[in-house]
């Protein structure tokens, strides 16, 4: 094989594996991107959807019983 060749292939597998580090990085950067969005935006309006009837049903509770000092 030549050796110019030999080395080309050389330094297209240094290139490529290079690439490939670089993105099994950005994969796991996007993982955590996206599990931090989950916790930060999913979770609250989840816990939100649970914990709205019952502040509602308090802050009705509340006027009413404001109703009758009025």
């Not at 050389?10 to 916790?39: A, G, H, L, P």
Request: hydrophobic share 50%.
């Amino acid at each position: 094989m030549d050796p110019k060749f030999q080395q080309q292939l050389d330094e297209q597998e240094v290139k490529i594996n290079d690439i490939f580090n670089s993105v099994k990085r950005i994969e796991k950067y996007m993982k955590i991107t996206f599990w931090v969005t989950v916790v930060v935006v999913v979770l609250p309006f989840i816990i939100m959807i649970f914990a709205l009837p019952s502040i509602i049903s308090s802050y009705t509770s509340t006027l009413s019983g404001l109703e009758g000092i009025i």
